[in-house]
């Protein structure tokens, strides 16, 4: 390919040597990591060295922070679906569950990401799709950071309708339920919006700690108990809450 730049490619290669598990590496390492010759390596080394990117005691290479700076630019670019969609991938992957990222917006919750394996409900949820905050768990788990007067506020409007027998439709009942929520980090709903749908959900903080998003996973709950939700679904999603809060907290330098 004409426009190709060899010598660019090269050097990536070599950055691409470093790893976690290689944090530190030998001339000779880079050279066969990359394929390069001996000769190569150094001169490329050597360049990344004197712009910053590599650090050298003189036998021993390592990358430095300065590197960041090479995925800052896209990082700057992104929007929190953007962030959270290959998380939310990796999460309904490995839990076999459908996965999703909302916000609130006023009374309701929004829908801003999602990665549907099967079809639980009787709507089909999109982007955009809003449900009412109070019976959802991403609904609990944004409610439960809202600021005391502001939680006061909503449950004051009175707009608890019953979706199912077992919504919770008192606000003494469902304050109860967000002081639950508030103090252990999570919210789980069982079959309060629809029959036979299960969901637990995580707050996504900000760098300042402030809750400005929730990711959850959803379930049937003839194919999913309580506690097995607790013991096979609870972990892989707060795993998945936390990567994208340092996604987030990434991008919020990147755009410092």
Same mark, same amino acid.
């Not at 990359?34 to 050597?46: M, Q, V």
């Not at 009374?107 to 929004?110: A, K, N, S």
């Not at 919020?252 to 410092?256: D, E, W």
């Given at each position: 390919m004409v426009d190709h730049v060899q010598s660019l490619a090269r050097g990536l290669a070599v950055i691409r040597a470093f790893s976690a598990a290689e944090p530190e590496l030998t001339l000779s390492q880079v050279a066969r990591a990359?394929?390069? *010759?001996?000769?190569?390596?150094?001169?490329?080394?050597?360049?990344l060295t004197d712009l910053g990117y590599v650090r050298s005691d003189g036998r021993l290479f390592a990358l430095t922070p300065r590197v960041l700076e090479l995925g800052f630019a896209y990082l700057s670019s992104l929007s929190l679906p953007e962030v959270a969609d290959p998380h939310l991938e990796r999460l309904a992957?490995?839990?076999h569950e459908s996965a999703s990222v909302a916000v609130l917006d006023g009374?309701?919750?929004?829908y801003v990401a999602r990665v549907a394996t099967t079809r639980?409900?009787?709507?089909?949820? *999109?982007?955009?799709?809003?449900f009412p905050a109070y019976c959802t768990s991403m609904g609990r788990v944004l409610l439960a950071a809202l600021p005391p007067e502001?939680?006061?506020?909503?449950?004051?409007?009175?707009?608890l309708r019953r979706r199912t027998s077992r919504t919770i439709v008192l606000p003494a009942a469902l304050r109860a339920e967000l002081d639950q929520v508030r103090g252990r980090g999570w919210a789980m709903v069982d079959q309060e919006l629809e029959e036979g749908l299960r969901s637990i959900a995580a707050p996504i903080r900000d760098r300042a700690g402030r809750t400005v998003a929730a990711v959850n996973v959803s379930t049937h709950a003839s194919r999913t108990s309580m506690q097995a939700?607790?013991?096979?679904?609870?972990?892989p999603l707060l795993a998945t809450a936390a990567r994208i809060e340092a996604d987030l907290a990434s991008l *919020?330098?990147?755009?410092?």
């Open positions: 990359t394929g390069l *010759s001996r000769a190569a390596a150094r001169r490329f080394l050597i360049t992957a490995e839990v009374e309701d919750v929004v639980i409900m009787r709507v089909t949820i *999109s982007i955009g799709t809003r502001q939680l006061d506020a909503y449950l004051k409007q009175g707009g939700a607790r013991r096979d679904l609870l972990p *919020s330098v990147a755009r410092a």
